[in-house]
């Protein structure tokens, strides 16, 4: 990974971890948590997460900004929605993702834990 890229490089956060091959720096800022996401080239919700978290589609909102790369959504609807930097992204939950092209995908998000939906206002599920 390229560490001279302020976007990929080691950072000071509240917490750091790996899930699945992504990268996940957390720090809190009141109530919301700003993440930087790191999906690497290749990643894929069905190959690398599904079974760690034991859901067949991911549960949880996303709201940020793709600051490099692109990942496309499938909902549960089959609605594919890609999402390629630069671009604000409201996912709602119900969906699963890949990283498309080789180049690793980097989301900055905002979140409140489990209550992500209700407090930014998300619908429950993937509306057209």
């Given at each position: 990974?390229n560490?001279?890229?302020?976007l990929?490089?080691?950072?000071?956060?509240?917490?750091?971890?790996?899930?699945?091959?992504?990268q996940?720096?957390?720090?809190?800022a009141g109530?919301?948590?700003?993440?930087r996401m790191i999906?690497?080239?290749?990643?894929n919700?069905?190959?690398?997460?599904?079974a760690?978290?034991?859901?067949?589609?991911?549960?949880?909102?996303?709201?940020g900004?793709m600051a490099?790369?692109?990942?496309n959504?499938r909902?549960?609807?089959?609605?594919?929605?890609?999402y390629?930097?630069?671009?604000?992204?409201?996912?709602?939950?119900?969906?699963?993702g890949?990283?498309?092209?080789?180049?690793?995908?980097?989301?900055?998000e905002?979140d409140f834990?489990?209550?992500?939906?209700?407090?930014?206002g998300?619908?429950?599920?993937?509306?057209?």
């Amino acid at each position: 990974m390229n560490t001279t890229d302020p976007l990929l490089a080691p950072m000071q956060a509240d917490e750091h971890r790996e899930l699945g091959g992504v990268q996940v720096d957390v720090s809190r800022a009141g109530n919301v948590r700003v993440k930087r996401m790191i999906y690497p080239p290749g990643f894929n919700w069905a190959s690398h997460l599904s079974a760690a978290v034991g859901s067949k589609l991911c549960m949880h909102a996303h709201v940020g900004f793709m600051a490099r790369g692109q990942i496309n959504v499938r909902f549960a609807d089959g609605c594919v929605v890609e999402y390629k930097a630069p671009q604000f992204v409201a996912v709602e939950p119900g969906h699963e993702g890949w990283v498309v092209g080789d180049e690793p995908a980097v989301l900055i998000e905002f979140d409140f834990a489990g209550d992500t939906v209700d407090r930014v206002g998300l619908p429950q599920v993937h509306r057209h």
